[in-house]
């Protein structure tokens, strides 16, 4: 099994440019969240989704929008990239309501804005 | 204010001693605690969880302590190697029922482990 896949590794923009990051998972979960991960600061939730067609706003939403279209995918748009989303993102998943159970991470996505 | 620190510096150890490891938080009730393993430009890896009502749990030569009154988890790794060097993150689980969890994550201390 792949796990947790995110597409690019890797990415420079320039301010106002819009682009998608892409996470997919093979395990079936039907949890899927984003995270950004900054210098000096905690994973910081972005959005998340508890299944196909359900998405909520996590602590810093703003800036980024997700849709959740079947229970593999779930990606992270930026619309118009600022120099404060310059970061690492993460994506994750796990079953819905095992909260006694871990998050599957991806290997993340440096994302450059300047 | 709600916070979780972990430490910020890097704890430097020697192979075989045993390092410990903290996570403190303030103004929250957590229903767990996780604990993942960071390598450099790597995801994090999940460890270990411990519920709020467990002392401590054990996997290996980890070690995981819960103190809800003094408001921090432990983090021990016995017979430490240069392969235990990563960053480790705390994670509380505040349970507001079903999917609705909140994960919290700390800013991870970095181990390193010398031979």
């Known amino acids: 099994n792949a796990g947790v896949t995110q597409t690019p590794k890797f990415q420079v923009l320039k301010t106002g440019q819009s682009m998608t990051l892409q996470c997919a998972q093979d395990?079936?979960?039907?949890?899927m969240s984003w995270y950004r991960q900054d210098p000096g600061m905690g994973l910081r939730l972005i959005h998340y989704?508890?299944?196909?067609?359900?998405?909520d706003q996590g602590e810093v939403p703003n800036g980024y929008n997700v849709s959740r279209s079947t229970t593999e995918d779930f990606p992270l748009r930026l619309l118009s990239a600022a120099p404060s989303q310059t970061s690492v993102y993460f994506c994750a998943s796990s079953l819905v309501g095992a909260w006694t159970g871990e998050l599957f991470f991806g290997e993340g996505s440096r994302l450059t804005v300047l | 204010s709600q916070k979780i620190e972990q430490n910020s510096e890097a704890l430097n150890i020697q192979e075989g001693k045993t390092a410990t490891l903290t996570c403190n938080y303030t103004n929250y009730s957590p229903a767990y605690l996780q604990w993942y393993r960071q390598d450099p430009g790597r995801g994090p890896v999940f460890l270990l969880l411990i519920r709020e009502n467990e002392k401590e749990k054990r996997k290996e030569r980890l070690k995981v302590t819960f103190d809800t009154t003094l408001k921090q988890s432990l983090f021990h790794i016995t017979a430490s190697q240069p392969a235990d060097s990563a960053t480790y993150l705390c994670?509380?689980?505040?349970?507001?029922?079903?999917?609705?969890?909140?994960?919290?994550f700390g800013t991870g201390t970095l181990l390193a482990v010398q031979p």
């Open positions: 989704s508890v299944g196909a067609g359900i998405t």
């Open positions: 994670a509380l689980v505040l349970n507001y029922g079903g999917a609705t969890n909140k994960l919290i």
């Open positions: 395990m079936n979960h039907e949890y």
